[in-house]
C-alpha cells in the first residue's frame, strides 16, 4: 500500500502532466488568436500551479532532512518555469 508521501508524489506528476499539457494548448490558442480559449487556459492554469504549490509543501515536509534540500531544488525548478511562463502569457492579454 503507498505511502502518503508516495500518493501525494503521484498526485503531483498528474498535476505536472496536466500543467504540460495547459501550456501546449495556451502556445496553440496564442497562435490561434482565440483570447476567450486563451484566458480560460491561463486561469486553470493558475489553478493547477497552486495545486502543484500546496502538494509540494505537503511533500516537503514528508521528505526527511538529508532528501530536503534535492526535493526543494526539485520543486521550484519546475514551478519558476511554468510562473515565468505564466507571466508570459498574462502579458499578451
Known sequence: M???KEKLLG??????NIIDRFVSKIE???DEDD????Q????KLEEK???LLVHNDKILSLT???AAPEEMVE?????????VKLRRYKQRL
Open 28 to 30: 496553440e490558442a496564442s
Open 2 to 4: 503507498p505511502t502518503t
Open 11 to 16: 498526485q503531483r506528476l498528474g498535476l505536472k
Open 75 to 83: 520543486a521550484e525548478e519546475y514551478t519558476f518555469d511554468v510562473e
Open 64 to 66: 526527511d532532512a538529508d
Open 40 to 43: 480560460a487556459l491561463i486561469e
Open 35 to 38: 483570447d476567450i480559449q486563451f
Open 49 to 51: 500551479v497552486a495545486c
